[in-house]
């Protein structure tokens, strides 16, 4: 099984350690199916550029065909000694189909058949990333729409800043996976070249059709110049830098959700089939699930670091660096798509304490900023008014109690201009429907943006 691709150029046999260190066939197997989707569009087109006969390309056909039997059975075995998917697709091939086998790397190398391969198992991933974005984006659109009214306090600084609905602060996330999914759309683009023809850097002597091979495999157009074809990893680059923005809205959001279950909170609770308990505390139910969500957006952030060193030196065109692209593609791929399909299923098993969320609202003044609106409304400067609000809120906190709960004549002692009127202000209720502008927490709007989410997701 001693690798013949090279081997008549030395006098001896690699060196065992050398041949591990050296060899991606135990990481790159899992490229084997867009390998061979590869080679069968590079051998159409070699035949329709009268390089391969007829005969060949069929025999290349049905040796490809059983191979993928194989693989899908897991009866193929990878040899270290082929050091890569490659080169062990293209020996079983030569094994079961003899010349033509060997005819099939003509006019190409392996340093434009792997950029090919990347780019066609990202593509698939990358579109199968985005539909799960989309499924947890329904997940959080189902849990707003029941929570158009629900009222909680909208924080800064994690201080009770006003209130908003648990559905409006929902939709935010909603947002931010949207510009995921167009992030992942925008980087298909450039994803979505052939590299195939450029063969080891320079371009190759044969009559081939690289249109003809992009249209075979789906490609949008060809890459334009050999050298960047098969050095180019931006690809890679920029799907794990949105890959890595998408891990942190779901750290963010991670975040919030262990904030709330936490009974000094109280917001939510989530499924016990997402926690687990503790082994000496009895009572203990912690929220596993999102914090190693927000654990594991660190590893996707690092493997954008990776990336980025690993081709920040790189002279062109190939060189043996690139092969460290996998890993950290790989397992960026891996973690997104385990924990999206964890987290659409978590989502909908939020149990929501809307009792809770309200007392939260009425500790904490949120509804200051609608007295001083009131106030301008009535003609105060707004500077006036806040001062006015400020020692209002004073005297409640003094006392113990919400603005609501201060007495008109108590209230008129900041400012003779309140009136009766101020009470509908000071509910939170009042609260939110007064923001009824696009973007704002009134629950018509709330409502607005999930019709206006769900015909963009149909
Ligand atoms: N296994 C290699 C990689 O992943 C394939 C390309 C090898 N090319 C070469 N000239 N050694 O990058």
Redesign the pocket.
Known sequence: MNNKTWSGRFDEPVSELVKQYTA?IPF?HRLARHDIQGSLAHAQMLCKAGVLSESDLADIRRGMAEILEEIDAGSLKWSLDL??V?MNIERRLTEKIGDAGKRLHTGRS??DQ?ATDIRLWLRDESDHISGLLADLQHALLDVAAEHSETVMPGFTHLQVAQPVSFGHHLLAYVEMFGRDRERLADCRKRLNRLPLGAAALAGTTYPVSRETTARLLGFDEVCQNSLDAVSDRDFAIEFTAAAALLMTHLSRLSEELIVWMSPRFAFIDLADRFCTGSSIMPQKKNPDVPELVRGKSARITGHLMALLTLMKSQPLA?N?D??ED?EPLFDTVDTLVQTLKIYAEMVRGIRVKPENMRAAVMQGFATATDLADYLVKKGLPFRDSHEAVARAVRLAESKGVDLADLSLAELQNFSDLIADDVYRVLTPEGSLKARNHTGGTAPEQVRRQIERWRKLLA
Request: hydrophobic share 10%.
């Open positions: 991606s790159d050091e890569d490659h392996r340093n792997v190939y043996k690139n092969q996998k």
